[in-house]
T-cell receptor
Framework: LAKTTQPISMDSYEGQEVNITCSHN???????ITWYQQFPSQGPRFIIQ???TKVTNEVASLFIPADRKSSTLSLPRVSLSDTAVYYC??????????????FGRGTSLIVHP | DAGVIQSPRHEVTEMGQEVTLRCKPI?????LFWYRQTMMRGLELLIY????????DSGMPEDRFSAKMPNASFSTLKIQPSEPRDSAVYFC???????????????FGPGTRLTVL
């Protein structure tokens, strides 16, 4: 059973809103869900995190339903510089009751002029 | 702050050689993570430390891999002997946790690109 599921790739155009969803199961109920952005030849960079409902900062919004089986990253008006790979990071539970930070496989977003 | 520092940035070695990757976390951070990134497997957590103590090393692929954190400002990941399938980008990340949660914001270093011939 997959730990997380994200679309492999997405295409958009400048000025559009982009929503990327990560599906996840067996995650801790009281731990953050976090999204990161990665450019080529760089380490991932924090975008936003939350526990539940909706969180908004200066660059993105994060929607987490009550069952926490998914989360959606929303980029309001993308520009060419938003072309990157986006990862969800969840506290995934292994057998034995422990939780470890686990990255999704990433979604490659390409923004076109 | 200089951020998380990793060295070397690139390493090319031959199969069977020992490889040591180094990481200096952000001062004041109490968690340190080692990840491996490949096209096939994505970003995998290898091991993480809290206050210099290894908490979970279940992601370390084999006994050939070992990691240490002798003090709060330094960590190493060693591969001995190295194999071609170890070729990947290895990232170190650190975080300062006020809640005791390992998923608090992580700050990543630039990575070490390892090539084993």
């Amino acid at each position: 059973l997959a730990k997380t599921t994200q679309p492999i790739s997405m295409d958009s155009y400048e000025g559009q809103e982009v929503n990327i969803t990560c599906s996840h199961n067996n995650i801790a109920t009281n731990d953050y869900i976090t999204w990161y952005q990665q450019f080529p030849s760089q380490g991932p960079r924090f975008i936003i995190q939350g526990y539940k409902t909706k969180v908004t900062n200066e660059v993105a919004s994060l929607f987490i339903p009550a069952d926490r089986k998914s989360s959606t990253l929303s980029l309001p008006r993308v520009s060419l510089s938003d072309t990157a790979v986006y990862y969800c990071l969840v506290p995934w539970g292994r057998s034995g009751g422990s939780y470890i930070p686990t990255f999704g496989r990433g979604t490659s977003l390409i923004v076109h002029p | 702050d200089a951020g998380v520092i990793q060295s070397p940035r690139h390493e090319v070695t031959e199969m069977g050689q020992e490889v040591t990757l180094r990481c200096k976390p952000i001062s004041g951070h109490d968690y340190l993570f080692w990840y491996r990134q490949t096209m096939m497997r994505g970003l995998e957590l290898l091991i993480y430390f809290n206050n210099n103590v290894p908490i979970d090393d279940s992601g370390m692929p084999e006994d050939r891999f070992s990691a240490k954190m002798p003090n709060a400002s330094f960590s190493t990941l060693k591969i001995q002997p190295s194999e071609p399938r170890d070729s990947a980008v290895y990232f170190c990340a650190s975080s300062r946790t006020t809640s005791g949660r390992a998923t608090d914001t992580q700050y990543f270093g630039p990575g070490t690109r390892l090539t084993v011939l």
